[in-house]
Nanobody
């Protein structure tokens, strides 16, 4: 059974940092692209970042470029999202998702999802 478990969310002041984790199990970690998405109240779920299965550059949404960084620890089957210089507009529930193949930017392209972790940035 595929499982993705996010952690690391919380309340932080603007300008602060958080590091989200996505622990994966139930599938061959190296065969799947892992993406981070977020959804704010009243808004659609949007792609934030994605790390591919093979060598290649991760994807970052324009809104987070230069502030967020994605990396993975294959030995732990875990993907991390380091979020720096956080802004109130980064407030959302953050989800990790997995799918075979290349990184995609659209939530509909991912078949496996975690339960989400709340990130709240106060001004």
């Amino acid at each position: 059974e595929v499982q993705l478990v996010e952690s690391g969310g919380g309340l932080v002041q603007a300008g602060g940092s958080l590091r989200l984790s996505c622990a994966a199990s139930g599938f061959t970690f190296g065969d799947y692209a892992i993406g981070w998405f977020r959804q704010a109240p009243g808004k659609e779920r949007e792609g934030v970042s994605c790390i591919p299965t093979s060598d290649g550059s991760p994807y970052y949404a324009e809104a987070v470029k230069g502030r967020f960084a994605i990396d993975s620890d294959n030995a732990k089957s875990t993907v991390y999202l380091q979020m720096n210089s956080l802004k109130p507009e980064d407030t959302a529930v953050y989800y990790c998702a997995a799918e075979k193949g290349p990184c995609n930017r659209h939530a509909a392209d991912f078949g496996f999802w975690g339960q989400g972790t709340q990130v709240t940035v106060s001004s």
